[in-house]
């Protein structure tokens, strides 16, 4: 995929909308709308997966355009190489590279929602009567099994269920990329402004992701005990999913709230901790209250020409990448890593109580959390004990 301004080929074009928003679409090279694709991304209109949805199908498109290949041409084949090319393990030569250094083929993730988007776009295509072969080849089926069952409502009586032919095999991640020790005392040590500790504090002591943070408004933070809403004692916010924020920053899960006499309910309700409020403090005092523009957005920009304009999820990643650079510390510093730390530390001081680590990390899954996170205190008597006996040492 590029980046910057594409005028000579497919692109993706944003359009902000009336209600607050933004919609995406695919234009062709001679600026009208490619209308396949058009009418596919118009299935997810309002969400996030349109967006994510164009950018996948645009690249789909170009490398389409370099292969000869059009809708009524293209076969299961294809796909699978095209997978290859993008990062998939498939056993068969896929041609001539396509992401070329410095993009990295993509993660297992980004591949499943790859898979899924390429499924749903030529399904979309078939359903007119185009391609029927490519129809029956992703129109296939499975046995179900334990978790399909569990998920569905009558998953006792189901016999088959539907799956994706382009998707590869799921593994997930044992051990979750960290933060380095004591990263989040290193990082404040090098970071200028009161905005960038308030960031760091807040995902150190949060599993916030970095589209909630920067999403937040002020009417979110309810910083004081007993608040009005009534939903939680302490000091906590509430992380609403928001469609217009205008630095298009939106919380992930979209739990319902409401705006009921000025006071917040419901959303994503999250704990906060002294050194949050500290900071926020010292952040508000300063910074914000020189600089903000009336917006109701908690997370601002300093310098520029759009200083007291809402911050945005990039700029913030931006911060994190450049203060771990000058910290010294090893890797990539990324907003998601504060997520893993912060799980796995509540998991380790409840004792692996699972049930403490999905609320206190606003987890949808227990099973989730003990299946990436899950694992036992290798410095515990039990632990040591038990490597004794089988070692055949006494104690």
């Known amino acids: 995929m590029r980046s910057g301004m594409v005028f000579d080929d497919f692109r993706v074009q944003s359009m902000k909308r009336a209600g607050g928003g933004w919609s995406y679409t695919i234009v062709r090279p001679d600026g009208a709308v490619d209308e396949e694709s058009d009418g596919f991304l118009r299935m997810h209109e309002g969400s996030g997966t349109q967006k994510t949805y164009a950018y996948h199908l645009v690249d789909h498109l170009r490398w389409r355009v370099r292969e000869k290949l059009t809708t009524e041409t293209v076969k299961l084949l294809d796909l699978h190489r095209y997978m290859g090319a993008m ?3 498939v056993p068969m030569p896929w041609g001539q590279p ?11 993730s980004a591949l499943g929602v790859l898979a899924s988007c390429l499924k749903g776009f030529y399904l979309h295509q078939c359903a007119s009567g185009v391609n029927a072969a490519l129809r029956i080849a992703l129109e296939v089926r499975k046995l179900p099994t334990r978790a399909d069952r569990n998920r ?10 539907p799956t994706n032919p382009l998707s590869p095999r799921r593994t997930r991640r044992r051990h979750p990329k960290m933060l380095p020790d004591g990263a989040s005392s290193e990082l404040l040590k090098v970071v200028s402004t009161a905005r960038d500790a308030m960031v760091i504090t807040w995902l150190s002591d949060t599993s916030l992701r970095i589209g909630g943070l920067t999403g937040l408004h002020l009417i979110d933070l309810h910083l004081r005990e007993d608040a009005d809403c009534g939903e939680c004692h302490g000091p906590h916010l509430h992380v609403c999913h928001r469609w217009g924020n205008p630095n298009r920053a939106a919380a992930k899960r979209k739990a319902d709230w409401w705006l009921r006499d000025g006071v917040i309910t419901g959303g994503e309700i999250v704990r906060v901790s002294p050194a949050m409020i500290s900071a926020y403090f010292k952040y508000m005092t300063t910074e914000y209250t020189e600089h903000a523009a009336g917006h109701g957005m908690l997370l601002i920009q300093l310098v520029g020409p759009n200083r007291g304009e809402p911050w945005s999820a990039d700029g913030a990643r931006g911060i994190l990448r450049r203060a771990g650079r000058r910290a010294e510390l ?5 907003p998601h890593q504060f997520r ?9 001081a409840s004792g692996n109580d699972l049930l403490v680590a999905k609320e206190a990390g606003n987890w949808a899954s227990a099973q989730t959390v003990d299946e990436v996170y899950g694992h036992p205190d290798q410095h515990s008597p039990e632990f040591i004990a038990a490597l004794q006996k089988t070692w055949g040492e006494t104690s």
């Not at 396509?98 to 297992?108: E, F, H, I, Q």
């Not at 090893?330 to 990324?334: A, C, D, E, H, N």
Request: net charge positive.
């Open 340 to 348: 893993h730390t912060f799980t796995s530390a509540i998991l380790d």
């Open 330 to 334: 090893p890797g990539r510093i990324k």
């Open 87 to 89: 990062g998939a393990q």
């Open 152 to 161: 569905a409502l009558l998953g006792h009586v189901k016999t088959s269920v």
């Open 98 to 108: 396509w992401r070329m250094p410095s993009k990295r083929p993509l993660g297992s």
